[in-house]
């Protein structure tokens, strides 16, 4: 169902829409969790620190055909608020082929040096053979990935955060009966928790597209929308290739990270792994958030109502307030019952490394909340080349602590290098947020002007 998000209370509007995004969320961590949990309780941990390893390397892929396809759907946004139908459905129908040519060149070059890179991040032996083989599936059905965020962003655009979570509960529940059959009844090991995964993801990608045409007439192309756009391909890599470049380099200082972390032994990087785990479900919220805001300040710059944009954003502050210190104190205080849920034996070396990282890391979770706020209201506006800049100091900051300390300082500073890279990254966010309201202030002031 498609909703205009331009006219009533903005922390409603935000809210309604992020709930949706909330629950799909949820349901695709847990799922996440489901494999996790599998892979560590049924295989080994050594099976688990193997997934484990390739979180890095599958944030900077993934990560950025997450970016192109999120990027590119706020200018669908804009085109919606601002009653474009005609660029609206030109501009999904040239998405599509952009997302599709972005996928099948990153598939390629991923399968090519998928062993180069484990090699040069020093991946232990003990576990590089599973590491290399469960990449090897991702990486070959990139695309199925890639449909599920494409059908997903679009009807997001449209103001239907609703459709999406119904197909993403589908593909979870099908996922953990697969990978169960997979690992259990086929004996497949990690390959088993991959081909899930594909699976899912190609079946939840399928139903979008079909929901897509049956639903939404708004964007069905008709026969003139279906030609090849130059104007429209460059805006759509404008929006779309800074954000994914931001995604990817992020995923380069959690790269490094992963590095120093893979020297320091197999129970290290299961422990990082399950705090990661943990720690990525109270983010998953807070971004979802984030994502509804974008959404309703690209449909508001579109209708040029920017004071709409600034209340929007004073009520997604107050409102992540409340769920980061409620975040804190769950992972201070349970996190590590929560993490007994993944291991297969609940070593106590292990657990003690992961209270560690919650102890240094939950009370960080604010300044994580805020690049979740900002960076997608600076991108919602308009402005994703800017929003890009703060991925940057994020990979200085994580970067210079795992290349200068974690050799040194050990696990420590490995916890330390997220919080140091979150709090960076804000320190331009802040300042970027009033300088683009205010660059739209004046270009709402300038277009009242033309038209009285």
Known sequence: MVKQMTEGRPLKLIFGFSVPLILGNVIQQMYSWADTMM?????????????GATGAITFLILGFVNGVTEGSCILLARYFGAGDNKNLRKCAVNLVVVCCSVVAVLTAVALRFNREILDIMK????????????????????????????????????????????????????????????????SMGVRGAAYG?????????????????????IIRPERPDLKLQGNLVIKICMMGIPMALQYSITAIGSIFLQTAINNLGSDTIAAFTV?????????????????????????????????????????????????????????????KYIAMLFLENNSENVLEIIEMFFRIQAPCLFALSMIGVFRNVIQGTG???????AGIFELVG???????????????????????????????LIPMYFYVMRKLSAKADYEKTLSA
């Not at 469960?134 to 599920?148: H, K």
């Not at 402005?383 to 800049?389: D, R, T, V």
């Open 197 to 217: 995964t594909i699976v899912a993801q190609l079946v939840s990608g399928i139903l979008c597209f079909v929901f897509i045409f049956a639903k939404c007439r």
């Open 39 to 51: 892979v560590g309780k049924l295989i080994s941990n050594e099976a688990l620190a193997a997934v």
């Open 275 to 335: 705090g990661e785990k943990v720690l990525n479900f109270s983010w998953a919220v807070l971004n979802c958030i984030g994502v509804a805001l974008a959404n309703f300040c690209s449909q508001n710059v579109g209708a040029m109502k920017i004071d709409r944009v600034k209340s929007g954003v004073k009520a997604t502050l107050r409102m992540i307030f409340v769920l980061t210190v409620v975040f804190a104190l769950i992972l201070l205080f349970f996190g």
């Open 398 to 428: 994580r970067s210079t602590i795992a290349l200068g300390f974690v050799g040194k300082y050990g696990f420590v500073a490995a916890c330390v290098a997220s919080p140091c890279a979150w709090i960076l990254a804000d320190c331009l």
């Open 383 to 389: 402005y994703s080349l800017q929003a890009m800049l």
């Open 123 to 186: 991946t232990p032996d003990n576990i590089i053979a599973d590491t290399e083989a469960y990449l090897q599936i991702i990486y070959a059905g990139m695309f199925t990935l890639m449909l599920y965020n494409l059908g997903a962003g679009i009807l997001r655009a449209l103001g239907d955060s609703r459709s999406p979570l119904y197909f993403l509960v589908i593909a979870s529940i099908l996922n953990i009966v697969l990978n169960y059959v997979f690992i259990v009844y086929f």
